[in-house]
């Protein structure tokens, strides 16, 4: 009788704390971008990238500052800043989304698509990425990569620099989510 | 002749590598040494993070991309994706200040403690929901000594 008693105890104060956190936040979430090409490969993070995601209506939404990305050298980063992405013109990106048949209940790890539109120097795609969710301990991690066209945001190489950058980049990210409290 | 030509070609080419090589070198450098460089401004994490919150474009206009000294409360520290990484309270709970930390100080966290009040000179990059600065270096270090 105590047993079944200790058990609904239980019962009653962790599944209604689960779902009440219904927001999971990440501040440092990492974006990473790569290209390469025969005259040099470059390379570049951002770990400052903030991240929402509202667990029931399975959307999520993702914010970054473009001059946060840290490069190798600093020509690279006056480069990206000042010519292509034109920071101070445009600082942000952004990707908001939805995740395709998501269960954030089930525990470990599950592979999802995630469709929604990115906006970079104020130009939106509609893109689907293939990521990877972990739930370890109601903590959800999401990693996944996808790719690029520089064309497809008007970013305007000199063709001079053409050979060094590559055409297509490749972008990687992992978020750590955190329970949000407002 | 031709080994004449041979040597002004030598010449001519090695010229050409040396001057890309001073050109790199030069633009190379960190684009602002955090370290060497005097804040251009000193403000409170508070009244930092409430100037963006207030206003955002006003806020860029005045600490965008500068130096900036900020004096607060240590909220977290973090070593998430292997950086070193200081939280500082802001006006609201939910605004706060992200401080990358220059790995050469690194170190000089493991004396830190939540709560703990610090001033810290970085490079302030904007806000999203929390104003970041990077390349952060410790100034002083207020413990509670």
């Known amino acids: ?182 | 002749m031709t080994k004449k030509i041979k040597i002004a070609t030598f010449l001519f080419i090695s010229l050409c590598v040396l001057s890309i090589s001073v050109y790199y070198v030069i633009f190379d450098e960190e684009h602002i040494n955090v370290i060497a460089t005097e804040p251009e401004l000193h403000l409170s994490s508070r009244s930092l993070v409430a100037s963006f919150s207030k206003n955002e474009q006003n806020a860029n206009d005045n600490y965008k991309n500068k130096v900036v000294e900020v004096t607060g409360s240590i909220k977290e520290i973090s070593y998430l994706n292997n950086r070193s990484t200081l939280i500082l309270e802001g006006n609201t709970r939910s605004s706060s200040i992200i401080c990358d930390i220059q790995p050469n100080h690194k170190m000089k966290l493991k004396k830190l403690k939540e709560g703990d009040t610090i001033t810290i000179k970085g490079v302030c990059k904007g806000y999203l929901k929390d104003v970041i600065l990077l390349n952060c270096v410790l100034t002083n270090q207020n413990t509670n000594e």
Do not use: C, W
């Open chain 1, 1 to 182: 009788m105590n047993k079944i008693l200790i058990q609904l105890f239980f019962l009653l104060n962790f599944v209604p704390s689960d779902s009440i956190s219904e927001q999971v936040i990440t501040r440092q979430g990492q974006v990473s971008f790569f290209s390469y090409t025969s005259v040099e490969n470059i390379e570049a993070k951002n770990n400052q990238v903030l991240s929402i995601i509202d667990l029931s209506k399975q959307e999520i939404a993702i914010s970054m500052l473009m001059n946060a990305f840290v490069f190798k050298k600093s020509l690279m980063h006056e480069h990206f800043n000042e010519s292509y992405i034109e920071s101070d013109l445009y600082p942000k990106a952004t990707f908001k989304g939805n995740f395709i048949d998501f269960d954030p209940n089930i525990e470990g790890s599950q592979t999802k698509f995630v469709k929604g539109t990115l906006t970079i120097r104020n130009i939106s795609k509609e893109i689907e990425i293939k990521t990877n969710i972990e739930k370890i301990d109601g903590k959800f991690i999401i990693t996944g990569d996808f790719e690029l066209t520089v064309k497809d945001f008007e970013i305007k190489i000199p063709p001079i620099l053409r050979p060094n950058i590559a055409k297509v980049i490749s972008v990687t990210f992992r978020f750590e989510y955190q329970p949000y409290e407002e």
